[in-house]
Every structure is written in C-alpha cells, then in structure tokens.
C-alpha cells in the first residue's frame, strides 16, 4: 500500500530527528541497528531532496549562518571545494571551512557522514566514499579557521580585545587576526554581524563593532 503524503512527511521529520539526535561517534553496530527504523518507508510523495533540505534546515535552526556563495570558497575549482557543494548542500546551506578549526573538522566530517550513511535510503542522501571523505578533510583542515594564540596577544585585556572575544566566540574559536591584512576585517566582520543576526546571536552594535575591527586590524596580517 503507498504511504500518503502526510504519513511520509512525519516519517521524513521522524529520520531527521533521529539523524540530528544521533552521537557524534557510533560503531558499525550501533548504525546498522538504526538503519531499519530510519529508512523503513521509501521516499513514498514526500517531493523529493527539495522538501527534505528545507525541512533538515529548518530543524537546524540557528546552527548554521546563512550559506556562503560557492564561487567565495578557498581553492573553488578544487575537489575539494566540489566535494564540499556536492554532499553538505544536500542537507543545509553551503558551510564555510572557516566555521571550524582543523582540529575539530574530523569530529564534525564524521558525524555528518554517519547521518548521511543513515539518510541514505529513505530520504536519498548520498554520502562520500572513503577516497571522496579523505579529499573532502584535506581541504577543511587546509582552509579552516587559525585560532588565536592568546599568549601572543597581551592586549586580549583589554576593552577592544574583551570585545573581540565575547562576540565572536558565540559562533567558533576566537580567529588569529594575522588571516586577513587590515583593510580586509571590516568586509570580514560585516559579514559575521549578518550572520548573528540570522542565527539569533547578540549582535554588537556600532561602537563596538568597531572596537573589535581596530583590534583586529591592529594584529592584522600587514601589521608589524
């Protein structure tokens, strides 16, 4: 008997939130044993990758900034940068590498190919194959976020640097200012106000926004 559109549709959320709940870290046998419950139903009426990108948006909510523009990726023609458009976009907007330092990337990289290994028949969500996984990290690692040594920035003390760190720490690790040159930062954190605004994060406002960019531009990449 087909299942109807509403039934496939709580049987889509249901997957999803099982998918979001799951662990960081599961053995062979723990996904295995999920499989059946999760992909039990087919794809049935439920409109295809469509609905299910907007619906796993959705349910992410305020976890992911708004999606970056392919063509701003680091090394955009690489395979890397095509690996990265061709399996996370299928679940949420295009992520920036810079949203996580090299050191977490594997953590992060691993859970979202377990989901997508148990997305895979239900909702048709590919997942990368072992080759595809390794290009995949090499380019995060290579174009993640650096961050700050607060040892070398005496000056993290004070009211700029406070600054600095209360804000941008609500979303990924503190970044070393020496990644842009200093005509770059205030493009650079203009963006990221945009992207606190639509994840629901305190916003600075002007004065100090622009005690966090002179901190920035202090240290920046073209300052000795």
């Not at 999803?16 to 053995?27: D, E, F, K, Q």
């Not at 949203?99 to 990289?109: D, G, I, K, R």
């Not at 976020?145 to 070398?152: L, Y």
């Given at each position: 008997m087909q299942i109807g559109k509403g039934a496939s549709i709580l049987a889509l959320g249901a997957a999803?939130?099982?998918?979001?709940?799951?662990?960081?870290?599961?053995?062979a046998g723990e996904l295995a044993s999920s499989e059946p419950t999760i992909l039990a139903g087919g794809m049935g009426m439920m409109g295809g990758m469509g609905m299910h990108r907007n619906m796993m948006q959705r349910m992410m909510g305020g976890t992911l900034p708004p999606g970056m523009d392919p063509a701003r990726l680091p090394e955009s023609d690489s395979s890397g940068a095509r690996l990265l458009q061709q399996f996370c976009m299928q679940c949420h907007n295009l992520p920036s590498p810079g949203?996580?330092?090299?050191?977490?990337?594997?953590?992060?990289?691993g859970r979202m190919n377990m989901r997508m290994q148990m997305m895979g028949g239900m909702m048709g969500v590919a997942a990368p194959d072992p080759v595809q996984l390794e290009i995949l990290l090499g380019y995060l690692q290579r174009h993640a976020?650096?961050?700050?040594?607060?040892?070398?920035f005496p000056d993290l003390n004070t009211r700029e640097g406070r600054a600095f760190s209360a804000t941008c720490v609500q979303c990924h690790a503190l970044p070393d200012p020496r990644q842009h040159i200093a005509r770059e930062w205030p493009a650079v954190v203009g963006r990221m106000r945009s992207n606190m605004t639509a994840m629901g994060k305190?916003?600075?406002?002007?004065?100090?926004?622009?005690?966090?960019?002179d901190f920035l531009q202090r240290h920046s990449a073209d300052q000795k």
């Open positions: 999803v939130a099982a998918c979001l709940a799951a662990p960081i870290a599961a053995s949203l996580h330092t090299a050191s977490e990337w594997p953590q992060v990289l976020q650096k961050p700050i040594d607060a040892g070398e305190i916003v600075p406002d002007e004065t100090t926004t622009n005690e966090i960019v």
